[in-house]
């Protein structure tokens, strides 16, 4: 008999490795939207001209768009590296595993995703039971015979099961709970405490894995529960590491991501393969002011979204940020005059694996003696792009504006707001779109903090006389130096082009950061704002530009609700009085996404 069983267990675990191999399936994921109807467009578009293209759930709301299956993780790799190479694909796809993706939504009534598990148990199930009567016969054979001397192991009973429950450890149980609640059976307290509501996931983790709903899981089933929930980490590579120049020592996903460099207060790990994975250990020496502003700045990068819950504390802050692309979390702490801890950038979409890493992760955080000198890492090669070695966060656009109110109204160019998620005055100031007027090309500005600005333009109240010299107060190169600079020119003509009354033709070299700037006369009088240069129907030559007079500036701000205030006339400025008064009054307008 024991013979038999093994032999059959043995041909058994043979035959169903074909069926398990399909936990080796891979799929190359393209992009990850927030909503199944975007996904199900999404889907419809790449389906246009790629084969094998399949949508799923990947958890958390959002909604995958993936190509595959593909046999393995390298047959996977290596197509994604063809279509990369061919421009078919985003450059941020990656392989992910067939664990990874969930319920199948794309082709309709299509089903990738069958469950190895379930073929394996009923299998399994059905090889067990004809064992086991093989078993009995030979048992009535061995009683004439002599005793049976090796019995088969049967599943445990109720009361075997809570038995074997029994002689788990405190942390053992709790693990349990953590996995039933990962897997979405529990929501209550982790305790190791066994109670009703433990009671209820258990039996609706058997419900699904379609065994007896007893609420005691036996203890085959609880190690398949702990290898379900420990399955996302498959390919991850966590491995624990000691990094005694930072003073942290913490698990590490070496799997995705491989150390790059020290960098004052970085230790890098960047990338190794297609999953776009990053990981930071933060180290410096500092104080609670340090630590502010290293919040601060962490903020400005690109690794740290907008978006998502942030909480400084006076010892420590932690930042998440997600967007469309990724995710991000930071923690650090401040201790004994060290400021330490981590981030970790993961793509967005794949939040069961990000949470979890993200948990070990945090849960193996240690302070070690050491901490980064502030010198660390400090090349030839800087940029004033990158902090670190990291990209700092850029506005999609920036062009100027200039103060209307002493509350700070700001009036500037239409383009330099249109299609942003986000507006800032001077890169900090966050503000709102009060008004616009789409004809003219402007638009109105309210600070959400009240400013109080050194100078407020006043607008010119007769007539500019023509080839007269004209000053505009731009940031010409979008922020990168800092303050606006002056352009000088001349005014050329009343009208636009095709004789429009609302515009006046000036000419000056202007870069496209001056484009909303103020165009001023020598005694400081606003007499337009200059727009931008509209190269889409004509060409026309560089020193040619246009400003919206200042009779049309003020019938727009009076439409809504702003009242300009009115130049005095005045004798000419002295030049560095001039460019005092229009620095003053010039602000730099940041579109973000």
């Given at each position: 008999m024991t013979r038999l069983f093994f032999a059959t267990v043995f041909a058994l675990v043979s035959s169903l490795s074909a069926v398990s191999a399909q936990d080796n399936r891979a799929w190359i994921q393209v992009e990850a939207l927030p909503s199944l109807l975007e996904a199900e467009e999404r889907v419809r578009d790449y389906a246009e001209y790629l084969p094998n293209v399949n949508g799923f759930a990947v958890g958390s709301g959002w909604y995958a768009v993936a190509l595959g299956p593909y046999p393995s993780r390298n047959a996977a790799t290596g197509e994604l590296r063809q279509l990369r190479g061919q421009g078919r694909v985003p450059r941020d796809s990656f392989v992910v595993g067939a664990r990874a993706l969930q319920r199948q939504f794309w082709p309709v009534g299509a089903d990738a995703q069958t469950p190895p598990a379930e073929v394996e148990t009923s299998e399994l199930a059905e090889a067990l039971e004809a064992i086991g009567a093989t078993e009995a016969s030979d048992s009535t054979e061995a009683a004439a015979d002599g005793p049976e001397t090796t019995p088969a192991v049967p599943e445990e009973t109720v009361a075997e099961a809570r038995r074997s429950e029994a002689q788990m450890t405190g942390q053992e149980k709790r693990d349990l709970q953590v996995a039933l609640q990962w897997a979405g059976f529990y929501n209550a307290a982790i305790d190791g405490a066994y109670g009703a509501g433990t009671r209820r996931a258990m039996a609706a983790w058997q419900e699904a894995n379609e065994v007896e709903?007893?609420?005691?899981?036996?203890?085959?089933?609880?190690?398949?529960?702990?290898?379900?929930?420990?399955?996302?980490?498959?390919?991850?590579?966590?491995?624990?590491?000691?990094?005694?120049?930072?003073?942290?020592?913490?698990?590490?996903?070496?799997?995705?991501?491989?150390?790059?460099?020290h960098e004052a207060p970085f230790a890098r790990y960047e990338p190794t393969g297609d999953l776009p994975a990053r990981v930071l250990l933060i180290s410096q020496e500092g104080d609670?002011?340090?630590?502010?502003g290293l919040y601060d700045i962490l903020q400005t990068l690109e690794a740290v979204p907008l978006d998502g819950p942030r909480e400084r504390r006076n010892d420590g802050f932690s930042i998440t940020g997600s967007n469309s692309r990724i995710v991000s979390h930071t923690e650090v702490s401040l201790r004994d005059g060290e400021i330490k801890g981590f981030m970790l950038v993961w793509p967005a979409g794949d939040e069961d694996r990000r949470t979890r890493v993200l948990q070990e992760m945090s849960d193996s955080f240690?302070?070690?003696?050491?901490?980064?000198?502030?010198?660390?890492?400090?090349?030839?090669?800087?940029?004033?792009?990158?902090?670190?070695?990291?990209?700092?966060?850029?506005?999609?656009?920036?062009?100027?504006?200039?103060?209307v109110s002493e509350d700070g109204t700001v009036l500037t160019t239409l383009e330099a707001v249109e299609g942003c998620t986000r507006v800032t005055l001077d890169g900090k100031t966050e503000a709102s779109v009060s008004a616009t007027d789409a004809t003219l090309g402007v638009a109105l500005l309210t600070p959400q903090t009240r400013l109080a600005p050194l100078e407020v333009a006043e607008l010119a109240t007769a007539a500019p006389?023509?080839?007269?010299?004209?000053?505009?107060?731009?940031?010409?190169?979008?922020?990168?130096l800092g303050?606006?600079?002056?352009?000088?020119?001349?005014?050329?003509?009343?009208?636009?082009?095709?004789?429009?009354?609302?515009?006046?033709?000036?000419?000056?070299?202007?870069?496209?950061?001056?484009?909303?700037?103020?165009?001023?006369?020598?005694?400081?009088?606003?007499?337009?704002?200059l727009l931008p240069r509209d190269g889409a129907d004509r060409t026309l030559p560089e020193e040619v530009s246009f400003s919206a007079d200042a009779g049309a500036l003020q019938t727009a701000m009076r439409q809504a609700g702003v009242t300009a205030r009115m130049a005095r006339g005045g004798a000419a400025l002295a030049p560095e009085d001039l460019t005092n008064k229009a620095r003053g009054m010039a602000v730099l307008v940041s579109c973000w996404e």
């Amino acid at each position: 008999m024991t013979r038999l069983f093994f032999a059959t267990v043995f041909a058994l675990v043979s035959s169903l490795s074909a069926v398990s191999a399909q936990d080796n399936r891979a799929w190359i994921q393209v992009e990850a939207l927030p909503s199944l109807l975007e996904a199900e467009e999404r889907v419809r578009d790449y389906a246009e001209y790629l084969p094998n293209v399949n949508g799923f759930a990947v958890g958390s709301g959002w909604y995958a768009v993936a190509l595959g299956p593909y046999p393995s993780r390298n047959a996977a790799t290596g197509e994604l590296r063809q279509l990369r190479g061919q421009g078919r694909v985003p450059r941020d796809s990656f392989v992910v595993g067939a664990r990874a993706l969930q319920r199948q939504f794309w082709p309709v009534g299509a089903d990738a995703q069958t469950p190895p598990a379930e073929v394996e148990t009923s299998e399994l199930a059905e090889a067990l039971e004809a064992i086991g009567a093989t078993e009995a016969s030979d048992s009535t054979e061995a009683a004439a015979d002599g005793p049976e001397t090796t019995p088969a192991v049967p599943e445990e009973t109720v009361a075997e099961a809570r038995r074997s429950e029994a002689q788990m450890t405190g942390q053992e149980k709790r693990d349990l709970q953590v996995a039933l609640q990962w897997a979405g059976f529990y929501n209550a307290a982790i305790d190791g405490a066994y109670g009703a509501g433990t009671r209820r996931a258990m039996a609706a983790w058997q419900e699904a894995n379609e065994v007896e709903a007893t609420g005691v899981m036996t203890t085959r089933q609880r190690a398949l529960a702990m290898q379900q929930y420990n399955a996302v980490l498959e390919g991850m590579g966590l491995q624990r590491v000691t990094d005694s120049q930072a003073g942290i020592e913490m698990v590490v996903p070496l799997g995705v991501v491989e150390f790059e460099a020290h960098e004052a207060p970085f230790a890098r790990y960047e990338p190794t393969g297609d999953l776009p994975a990053r990981v930071l250990l933060i180290s410096q020496e500092g104080d609670q002011r340090r630590l502010y502003g290293l919040y601060d700045i962490l903020q400005t990068l690109e690794a740290v979204p907008l978006d998502g819950p942030r909480e400084r504390r006076n010892d420590g802050f932690s930042i998440t940020g997600s967007n469309s692309r990724i995710v991000s979390h930071t923690e650090v702490s401040l201790r004994d005059g060290e400021i330490k801890g981590f981030m970790l950038v993961w793509p967005a979409g794949d939040e069961d694996r990000r949470t979890r890493v993200l948990q070990e992760m945090s849960d193996s955080f240690t302070r070690v003696p050491g901490v980064l000198p502030s010198d660390i890492g400090v090349g030839d090669t800087q940029s004033v792009d990158l902090l670190s070695g990291l990209q700092i966060r850029k506005p999609r656009v920036s062009r100027t504006g200039f103060f209307v109110s002493e509350d700070g109204t700001v009036l500037t160019t239409l383009e330099a707001v249109e299609g942003c998620t986000r507006v800032t005055l001077d890169g900090k100031t966050e503000a709102s779109v009060s008004a616009t007027d789409a004809t003219l090309g402007v638009a109105l500005l309210t600070p959400q903090t009240r400013l109080a600005p050194l100078e407020v333009a006043e607008l010119a109240t007769a007539a500019p006389r023509l080839q007269s010299e004209i000053a505009v107060a731009g940031f010409s190169y979008e922020g990168v130096l800092g303050a606006p600079s002056m352009t000088f020119g001349k005014l050329v003509d009343l009208r636009g082009l095709d004789g429009e009354e609302a515009l006046d033709r000036v000419s000056l070299s202007a870069l496209p950061g001056d484009a909303g700037g103020p165009v001023m006369n020598s005694s400081g009088a606003v007499i337009g704002m200059l727009l931008p240069r509209d190269g889409a129907d004509r060409t026309l030559p560089e020193e040619v530009s246009f400003s919206a007079d200042a009779g049309a500036l003020q019938t727009a701000m009076r439409q809504a609700g702003v009242t300009a205030r009115m130049a005095r006339g005045g004798a000419a400025l002295a030049p560095e009085d001039l460019t005092n008064k229009a620095r003053g009054m010039a602000v730099l307008v940041s579109c973000w996404e």
